[in-house]
């Protein structure tokens, strides 16, 4: 079959390599299309240490069964599907309380590390145990079936924060997880959705999915323009989507007494706190790590349109063309969000 593969860092090539065998538990799945995500982009130059080549990336998929295992039997060959990107154990202590994201176990799909190595989906096909298996609603389509496991972390982390109805809630980072967790508060009651970010294109797609109000950090102090929003309270609820200094202190500081602040991000390991400003006005952090469950729910907002993906697909390109993508993402092409790589066809 064909695959696309970080043969070494920066070099991706596609290639033909064997077919994945499938476990008795397992099931053979005819990828339709994938998507790059950021952390795929940031793997290519070894910064993150967790695509070590070889490698075949890929973890946003969606397909349909093209063999079983002998143990199967929910599942035939021909049911249109998505699949968890992690690959969690089921018998471990916080998979049996309902935290498979946290499984002592787990393993990513398309991820290469010190500890494990597990292929991905941009290739024809991808084996994985039926355990981490979802159907498609019938009028999802495959592209958009496979944006479910980065709605899947929005809505893990709206549903980790404590939101009352007609609150404020502030997004830090308008970008692929910033914008699809402002739709996903949107449906969660609050009142003012406030999206805050530095480049103005992201912002007017923003605001074109709902944020009410929109901030950019270079034309005036944050913190200050959502006080005067709020009648001098501060955010009930912010949400921290990149990941570094600049942004969680933007956070903590935009958010009001007792408020939460939910972070997402992770580009930099070690981040400073404004370790005062969160004791003094009792705010509470919480740290929010992929999803545990949540993709029947993500599969219905997406099929019914309570959360929308197309805005966020730039493209759909055969897998032949993936390392060109690549590069354009790495390189930060403007206005390019999502970009679905599709096997079906190749030769």
């Known amino acids: 079959m064909k695959a696309l593969v970080l043969q070494e860092y920066n070099e991706l090539e596609l290639q033909d390599v064997p077919q994945p065998e499938i476990a008795p538990d397992g099931v053979l799945i005819k990828v339709k299309a994938c998507g790059i995500c950021g952390s ?26 093209a063999e079983v295992g002998h143990d199967v039997h929910r599942w035939q060959v021909g049911d249109r599907v998505t699949f968890d990107s992690t ?61 479910v496991e980065p709605v899947s972390v929005a809505l893990h982390a709206v549903w980790r924060t404590p939101i009352r109805l007609n609150d404020t809630a502030v997004v830090m980072g308008a970008g692929m997880i910033g914008l699809l967790v402002l739709q996903v508060l949107r449906t969660s ?28 950090p270079n034309e005036g102090d944050v913190s200050e323009a959502i006080k005067q929003e709020t009648g001098g309270r501060g955010a009930d609820v912010a949400f921290e989507v ?34 005062q400003d969160v004791v003094a006005r009792q705010i509470s952090l919480r740290g929010s790590y992929a999803s545990a469950g949540e993709y029947p729910t993500c599969l219905e907002m997406i099929a019914g349109g309570a959360v929308e993906v197309n805005p966020l697909i730039s493209a759909v390109a055969p897998l032949s063309e993936g390392a060109s993508w690549f590069d354009r993402l790495y390189k930060k092409e403007p206005g390019l969000m999502k970009v679905m790589l599709a096997p079906e066809g190749e030769e």
Not at 56 to 62: D, I, Q, R
């Open 189 to 216: 009651g609050c009142g003012t959705v406030v999206a805050v970010d530095i480049d103005q294109g992201k912002l007017d797609l923003a605001k074109e999915l709902g944020a009410d109000l929109t901030l950019n």
């Open 40 to 65: 795929d982009v940031h793997g290519l130059d070894g910064s993150t240490g967790r695509r070590q080549p070889p490698i075949v990336m890929g973890h946003e998929a969606s397909g349909v069964i």
């Open 87 to 147: 690959v969690y154990c089921g018998e471990c202590h916080f998979c049996r309380r309902g935290k498979v994201n946290l499984c002592d176990n787990r393993r990513v799909l398309g991820v290469s590390c010190d500890d494990y190595r597990m292929d991905g989906a941009f290739a024809e096909y991808v084996a994985i145990p039926q355990r981490i298996l979802y159907r498609l609603p019938d009028a999802l389509t495959f592209e958009h079936a496979a944006m």
């Open 242 to 275: 990149v990941g570094t200094t600049t942004t969680l202190v933007s956070a903590v500081k935009s958010t009001g007494k007792g408020g939460t602040v939910t972070v997402i991000g992770n580009v930099s390991p070690e981040v400073a706190i404004p370790l």
